[in-house]
C-alpha cells in the first residue's frame, strides 16, 4: 500500500485508497479538465472535494499541495520512477496524465506541440478572459459605471471564440479526428461561460456554430458525463 504520509494535505483530506491517485477539485472548468481527463484515461483515482465556501484553499494542508491556492491538485502514489508525486495547475496535470498513460497527446512529435500549442491557448486565453468575463458580467458589472473593462472582456472573449470556431471548422475535434487533452481543457469553460456565467447570448453563440456543436460532441461523451459531476458536492 502506497505511503502518502509525506503530503500534509492528506491528514485534512484521508486517502481511502492511497493506491488511486487522489484529485483535490471543484467541479469547476479548471476542476473538470482533470475529473473528464481521468475517465477518459481509465485511471484509478480518488476525489476529495476542495470547497470554496469553507476557504478549504486557503487551509495550510492545502497550500502545502498547491501553493497558490487554486484547485485541481494531485498526488499521484505511482509517479516517476515510482514515487509520489504532488502536482497543481490543469495544464501541467493534463500533460502529466497524457504521458503517463500514453492517452489524448498525440506521440507524432508535430501533432503533440500543435496539440500543446491549442492547450495552451486555453491557459493564456479562453480561462483568463472568460473568468474576467463572468466576473464583471454576472457577479460585479453593475458595481461599475465605467462599462470599458466589461465591454473589454467581452470583446476578447468573442474574438477567442471566433479563432475556435475558424480552428474547427470541418473538424470534428481540435485536432482533426483525434479528441485530445486540447479539447478536455477547452470545453469545460465554453460551457462554463454559457451555464454558469449565462452568456451565451452575450457572447454571440449562435455565431459560432462550429463551436456549439463541438460542444455538444464534448459534453455528450461517456467520460464527459461522469467527470462533469466530480467531485460531488456535499
Known amino acids: 500500500m502506497s505511503d502518502l504520509s509525506a503530503f500534509p494535505i492528506t491528514k485534512r483530506w484521508p486517502a481511502t485508497h492511497p493506491d488511486r491517485l487522489q484529485l483535490y477539485s ?6 473538470l479538465k482533470i475529473s473528464i481527463a ?17 476557504n478549504d484553499q486557503t487551509t495550510p494542508e ?20 515510482g514515487k509520489p508525486l504532488g502536482l497543481f495547475e490543469s495544464g501541467a496535470i493534463l500533460v502529466y496524465l497524457a504521458e503517463k498513460t500514453g492517452k489524448l497527446l498525440p506521440t507524432d512529435a508535430a501533432r503533440r506541440y500543435e496539440t500543446l500549442q491549442w492547450l495552451f491557448f486555453q491557459m493564456g486565453g479562453i480561462g483568463p478572459m472568460f473568468g474576467q468575463f463572468g466576473f464583471f458580467y454576472k457577479f460585479a458589472g453593475k458595481e461599475f459605471e465605467d462599462r470599458r473593462p466589461a465591454h473589454r472582456y467581452r470583446d476578447e472573449s468573442r474574438r477567442l471564440l471566433g479563432v475556435l470556431d475558424k480552428r474547427l471548422d470541418g473538424r470534428q475535434w481540435i485536432m482533426d479526428d483525434e479528441y485530445t487533452i486540447a479539447d478536455i481543457a477547452m470545453f469545460p469553460w465554453i460551457r462554463g461561460v454559457d451555464v454558469f456565467y449565462g452568456g451565451r447570448e452575450e457572447l454571440g453563440f449562435d455565431e459560432v ?5 463541438w460542444l455538444e460532441r464534448c459534453i455528450a461523451r461517456p467520460a464527459s458525463q461522469i467527470g462533469l459531476n466530480v467531485p460531488k458536492r456535499d
Open 62 to 81: 492545502f497550500l502545502s499541495l498547491n501553493p497558490n491556492n487554486k484547485i485541481p491538485a494531485i498526488i499521484d502514489p505511482d509517479g516517476p520512477g
Open 38 to 54: 481521468l475517465e477518459e484515461m481509465g485511471l484509478p483515482y480518488e476525489a476529495h472535494l476542495v470547497d470554496f465556501d469553507t
Open 209 to 213: 456554430p462550429n463551436v456549439t456543436s
Open 26 to 31: 471543484l467541479p469547476t472548468p479548471n476542476g
